[in-house]
C-alpha cells in the first residue's frame, strides 16, 4: 500500500535519491527538517548533530546539498564551511546556512566565506522544500517546474488551527500532520523543560550569555516544531540577556513557564 507522505510525483529535474545532510545541535530541528523533507519524498535524508563528525562524514560521501547551522559548540558552520570550500572535491557543494541570526554581518560573513544559500529559523516548510527542490535541480541542470499551491505540504497552514485563544491549549501545527509528529513535539516539549531550569539557573548565576544561547535555541526549536507563541518571549529574553538586564529577564521566564505549562500534545501522533 502506497503511503501518501513517502513520495510525491516525480517530475523533470526530480533528485529524491540525492543524499541531503543536515548538521545542527538541536535535535529538534533537526527531526522538523527530516520529518518535511521524507514526507516530500526524499529518501536519503542524514542528520548530524555533532559537528566534529561532520567531517568524516562528508569525506566518506559528498552530499548533493548541505543544510548546515552556523552557531554550535565544537566547531561552529563557518569552520565547516572553510574546510568545505578549501576541498577540490566539495567545492560546489551547496551549502545553505540554517540561522536564527538577525545579524547582516553573519549572513554577510557566510557568503565571504562561500555558503550558497540562507534559511531562516524558524524554519517554513515551504520555504524548505521549494529551496531544497530548486538548489537539487539547478544543480542537475534541469528546468525548475512550479509546485502546486494545494500541495499539503506547501499550503499554509489555516489560521483557526494555527492560533489559540489567550489561556487555551498551545497545539504545535505539526500535530497529526505527519507520522511521528506527536513524537517530535513531546521530544520538544522535554527538552524545553530542561532548558528552562537552566535558564533559571543561568539567571540566579548571571551568566547572560548562557541565556541569550538559550533564547537562539528557543526562538529556533518552538518556531520550527510549530509553536509560534514562542518567538516574541524568546527574542525579548535574547535582547535582555544581552543588555544584562536581570530584572526584565525573571517576568519573561515566567512567561515561558507558563507557556510551556499550555503545551498539548496527548492522542495527537499519527
Same mark, same amino acid.
Given at each position: ?21 543536515? =548538521?545542527?545541535?538541536? &535535535? ?59 576541498? #577540490? ?8 546556512? =540554517? ?5 547582516? +554581518? ?11 544559500? %540562507? ?6 516548510? +515551504?520555504?524548505?522544500?521549494?529551496? =531544497? ?9 534541469? &528546468? ?32 497529526? +500532520? ?6 517530535? =513535539? ?18 540566579? +548565576? ?6 541569550? #544561547? ?12 510549530? %509553536? ?21 529577564? #525573571? ?16 492522542? #495527537?501522533?499519527?
Amino acid at each position: 500500500m502506497n503511503d501518501p507522505h513517502s513520495r510525491r510525483d516525480a517530475g523533470p529535474g526530480d533528485r529524491r535519491d540525492a543524499l541531503i545532510l543536515m =548538521v545542527d545541535d538541536e &535535535p529538534t530541528t533537526l527531526e522538523v527538517m527530516a520529518l518535511l523533507l521524507r514526507a516530500d519524498g526524499y529518501r536519503r535524508v542524514d542528520c548530524v548533530s555533532d559537528s566534529r563528525l561532520v567531517l568524516d562524514r562528508i569525506e566518506r560521501e559528498a552530499p548533493a546539498i548541505l543544510l548546515l547551522n552556523l552557531m554550535m559548540p565544537h566547531v561552529d558552520g563557518l569552520e565547516l564551511l572553510d574546510h568545505i570550500r578549501g576541498q #577540490e572535491h566539495l567545492r560546489n557543494v551547496p551549502v545553505v546556512i =540554517v540561522t536564527g541570526s538577525t545579524d547582516p +554581518s553573519a549572513k554577510r560573513s557566510a557568503l565571504e566565506h562561500g555558503a550558497t544559500d %540562507f534559511l531562516a529559523k524558524p524554519v517554513d516548510p +515551504s520555504e524548505l522544500l521549494l529551496r =531544497v527542490r530548486n538548489i537539487l535541480t539547478a544543480t542537475a541542470g534541469l &528546468p525548475i517546474q512550479p509546485r502546486k499551491h494545494d500541495d499539503p505540504i506547501l499550503a499554509p497552514a489555516e489560521a483557526e488551527g494555527s492560533t489559540v485563544r489567550a489561556e487555551g491549549p498551545l497545539r504545535s501545527r505539526l500535530l497529526g +500532520s505527519h507520522p511521528n509528529s506527536g513524537t517530535i =513535539v513531546a521530544a520538544f516539549a522535554g527538552r524545553l523543560r530542561a532548558r528552562l531550569a537552566e535558564m533559571e539557573s543561568s539567571l540566579e +548565576s548571571r551568566a547572560f550569555e548562557e541565556l541569550e #544561547e538559550h533564547a537562539h535555541w528557543l526562538r529556533g526549536a518552538g518556531g520550527t516544531v510549530g %509553536f509560534d507563541e514562542f518567538t516574541e518571549p524568546a527574542d525579548a529574553l535574547r535582547m535582555m540577556a544581552r543588555n544584562r538586564k536581570p530584572d526584565a529577564i #525573571e517576568p519573561l521566564l515566567e512567561t515561558l513557564n507558563r507557556l510551556a505549562d499550555r503545551i498539548e500534545i496527548a492522542g #495527537e501522533d499519527t
